[in-house]
């Protein structure tokens, strides 16, 4: 029941007010719980009635008293690397392409924490920035802070946290970065220079200033934020953030926070430790990797499979005896788990018609149900290899491999990764260890043969090529032998021939 102080129609007054300022947008069924925070901040303001309450909240005067009662309504529960998914992605994909791409330019980077509360996520990203980049001293490096609350701005600029903060951090991390001062501890001066702490409204202020001369930023994190808005609110910062993103650069939101409607008008990047938002603009280009690949000059990590030669060969020889772990074909695992068999043909329907944003979300929801679904998860890795997105589909491949290491798929993939890159050894690697797998894996012989043709040992490239000939001579010329791509007996004889003419 309302408090007499203060009524329905008052609370319907005062929630339509904070959303025109805030973009913060509380449903009915939550006045019951922020009820007495609106009194006691009623109360704290020392006017007579609510309607004097409102004025005074509308004022320059109320200014600070509406920032108080916001930061009362939202829960404020951070951590040092919170989410870890989104951390490792950082560490491992995201900030070391913005720091390749930034080493030979302007050696600048600006990335803008908003909604930043005490303080704990910008540091945590300076730390991880002090880690990745020799010699950070000789890059501009600003990471913006920012926060519609001026009392949690004041402590994230003292930078002392007590244990809590810390939770799940490891202790060389506590150790190195932070002073203990009895039961706080203090972040080193030397992370504090990077990070700017400034107020600001998303939804009603101008984007802070990045620090660059073009006022664009790499990389934007604005998490768990806009959980408290409504959808047009979340589209109109989308589209705020899009603007002052540097093409190529990056979004990252809360995991509860995805839509593909709300962020239109950025393209998703799906990997295996989150999906984010990329701006059009300087992505890896749409190279698609196949059967034909030819060497390209593009950047990158080396991607090695995770399964060392020697464990790998042990790993096979004692396939029969691993538990639920068995060389299944694409087309086996297909007859599996009858649970997920709707989805995945939805799915594989929307990949061959080359609606592949679709395809995806058909492929994470059947992971939502079953994360060791092994074909979901090589199939992301298929789709981001060919659409050229090579560190998603690293990503993706190595998952695979972990799910199940006698797979033969994830070894394809890497392989014709390795070999768009033109690392020709790491390819002859990969393949051999699918050819390992399934002896019968005629696609394997054909990618071999290929290799050994880049490599101008012909002898050995037509050794394979022949064994090709010979696995499909009993076969019709239309039996489908790679179903992804509905490779068909025929189709690959002729480009065999096409190789051995062309070489």
């Not at 944003?357 to 092994?374: G, H, K, V, W």
């Amino acid at each position: 029941m309302l408090n007499k102080i203060i009524t329905k129609d008052n609370l319907l007054s005062l929630r339509d007010f904070i959303q025109e300022r805030t973009g913060l947008f509380f449903p009915e069924s939550k006045f019951f719980s922020i009820e007495k925070l609106i009194i006691s901040n009623f109360l704290d303001s020392k006017n007579i009635d609510f309607g004097a309450y409102m004025l005074y909240l509308r004022s320059k005067r109320g200014e600070g008293h509406l920032r108080k009662l916001t930061s009362l309504l939202i829960t404020r529960e951070t951590f040092f690397f919170r989410e870890k998914p989104h951390f490792d992605l950082l560490k491992k994909c995201i900030l070391p392409e913005l720091i390749s791409r930034e080493a030979t330019t302007s050696r600048t980077l600006s990335i803008w924490s908003a909604g930043c509360s005490t303080g704990e996520e910008p540091y945590s990203i300076a730390i991880l920035l002090k880690k990745l980049i020799p010699q950070i001293e000789t890059w501009k490096v600003f990471i913006i802070a920012s926060d519609i609350d001026e009392n949690v701005l004041q402590r994230a600029m003292k930078g002392e946290y007590k244990k809590w903060s810390f939770r799940g951090v490891d202790t060389d991390i506590i150790n190195n970065c932070f002073i203990k001062k009895g039961d706080k501890y203090k972040i080193k001066e030397e992370y504090k220079p990077f990070v700017k702490f400034v107020g600001n409204n998303l939804i009603s202020d101008y984007p802070p200033d990045s620090g660059k001369e073009n006022r664009k930023f790499d990389l934007i994190m604005c998490r768990n934020v806009t959980i408290y808005f409504e959808k047009e609110t979340t589209i109109r910062l989308a589209n705020k953030f899009h603007n002052v993103l540097e093409p190529g650069g990056y979004l990252i939101v809360g995991h509860a926070e995805h839509s593909s409607e709300n962020y239109a008008l950025f393209k998703p990047r799906v990997f295996p430790q989150a999906i984010v938002y990329q701006k059009n603009g300087k992505e890896v280009p749409d190279n698609r990797i196949s059967l034909v690949s030819k060497p390209l000059s593009l950047g990158g990590g080396k991607g090695k499979s995770s399964v060392k030669k020697d464990d790998f060969i042990k790993l096979v020889k004692e396939k029969n005896g691993l538990s639920g772990q068995k060389n299944l074909s694409f087309n086996e695992h297909r007859k599996i788990n009858s649970e997920e068999t709707e989805l995945f043909s939805e799915a594989i329907r929307y990949y061959n018609e080359k609606k592949y944003e679709q395809a995806i979300e058909y492929f994470l929801r059947i992971l939502d149900i079953n994360s060791s679904n092994i074909r979901a998860s090589w199939m992301l890795s298929y789709i981001a290899a060919n659409r050229g997105y090579f560190e998603e589909a690293l990503a993706w491949a190595e998952r695979s491999i972990k799910i199940n290491p006698l797979y033969k798929e994830p070894y394809y993939t890497l392989s014709l990764i390795h070999l768009a890159k033109g690392e020709l050894n790491e390819a002859e690697s990969d393949i051999k260890k699918a050819i390992y797998i399934d002896q019968n894996f005629i696609i394997g012989y054909f990618v071999l043969g290929n290799i050994y043709m880049l490599k101008r040992l012909r002898t050995q490239a037509e050794k394979y090529y022949n064994i090709v000939r010979d696995m499909l001579g009993s076969k019709k010329a239309d039996e489908i032998i790679f179903q992804p791509e509905d490779l068909t007996v025929g189709a690959l004889l002729g480009l065999v021939e096409l190789r051995v003419r062309t070489a």
